[in-house]
């Protein structure tokens, strides 16, 4: 009932920008948190940044100053602007939107993932 579309990854020198994009799709009555979270090789998946249906924003320390969070209600869809890019920074990206359905339940959503690659 619910689809997340992710796209915007690649391969990117050290230094560089990147921009991701989630859009979410089906029957969807309300959107509540929206978030990015990433997964290095050998990693656990953590946190990147998250976005509060008022706006609000949260980042990793790591990210911070670096990486920024935003939302188009309009869209449905939540982006994460990446700049001054680090090899640490290489890992799988994932949305994950807190929403709830049309005549049905609140839980979250996980996108397919795309890669990140921070390399010279």
């Known amino acids: 009932q619910v689809q997340l579309v992710e796209s915007g990854g690649g391969l990117v020198q050290p230094g560089g920008s990147l921009r991701l994009s989630c859009a979410a799709s089906?029957?969807?009555?309300?959107?509540?948190?929206m978030g990015w979270y990433r997964q290095a090789p050998g990693k656990q998946r953590e946190l990147v940044a998250s976005?509060?249906?008022?706006?609000?924003?949260n980042y990793a320390d790591s990210v911070k100053g670096r990486f920024a969070i935003s939302r188009d209600n309009a869209k449905n869809t939540v982006y994460l602007q990446m700049n001054s890019l680090k090899p640490e920074d290489t890992a799988v990206y994932y949305c994950?939107?807190?929403?709830?359905?049309?005549?049905?339940?609140?839980?979250?959503?996980w996108g397919q993932g795309t890669q990140v690659t921070v390399s010279s």
């Open positions: 089906g029957s969807i009555f309300r959107f509540y948190v």
């Open positions: 976005i509060t249906s008022g706006g609000n924003t």
């Open positions: 994950n939107v807190d929403l709830r359905i049309v005549a049905g339940e609140r839980r979250d959503y």
